[in-house]
């Protein structure tokens, strides 16, 4: 993929937020569409790259967005190939895993700084073999999925059992995505007391479908935390997604990570519930360590 800004396709707009008037800027790279808020007043010189999971998009990102733009931090949040504000495909399932780390690799050259990156769910494994390739300033996974390591300490169809016993996936030939059934979705990513339904229309709305054969392949993915050079921070739900186990605290060990965080109750998509901001605060304590 070669890199390019097509500027007729950038889109500003002024979106009001809890937090005051954010300037907020749709970016084209190629086919990739990135949500950049700007801040008002530039206090970092490194930016932030946030990366969505399975069949999501940069929307899941927008509290935390919001917050580190107030905060100083030009933030950047990728939607990658076929996925949200990004081209839509004529055949999304035929993507691969790599192509998602190659997408991310086209945004951190276009932004032309190595930022601090965000990885969350699939986009968590993304971001560990992005590290792997190029050294980002840091690396940050959120409530991540787990690479070939650590996958194989599962039991992977006692897992899929579980999944498919729940009745929360959907799928359409080569594409799998989550059902749209408000309480499905509300157990499966939330904590139930923690989401307000306005998050679960928006998400109902917005998240949409992945390549079946990238979501496999994810969990499979070898990644060599020796070639992992910078600091790696960890914070997610106490219990793991989807599994019942500690695989944040695996993740943490794994990688040799600086700090961990895991939390009970929590949902895998804890950005969008009603305590995100508690998070934020100790993400932001980790962005200005030295």
Known sequence: MTVAFLHAMCIQEKVMTEIGAIEKEILKVDDLAVEHYIPKGKKHPVPILFCH??????W?????SEYFSSKGWDTYAINYRG???SDPLENLGS???MDYVDDVDAVVRFIGKDPYLFGHSLGGIVVQKYAERKNPAKLFLIDSGTCKALTERLDIQAVMRGMAGKGVYREKGDLVGI??????IREFSFEKELVE???LDEYIEKD?????QAAMESGHTPVDPKKIRCPVYVVGKKDGFTTGLP???WLYEYFNARDIRVFQPMGHCFMKEKNWEEYARIIESWLLEE
Do not use: M, P
């Open 83 to 85: 996925h949200y504000l």
């Open 53 to 58: 999971g399975t069949a999501g998009g940069s």
């Open 179 to 184: 059902v749209r059934d408000k309480e499905k």
């Open 197 to 199: 339904e306005k998050v």
């Open 95 to 97: 993507c691969r895993f």
């Open 247 to 249: 695989t944040n605290q």
């Open 60 to 64: 899941i990102w927008s509290n935390f």
């Open 208 to 212: 949409g479908w992945e390549s079946k």
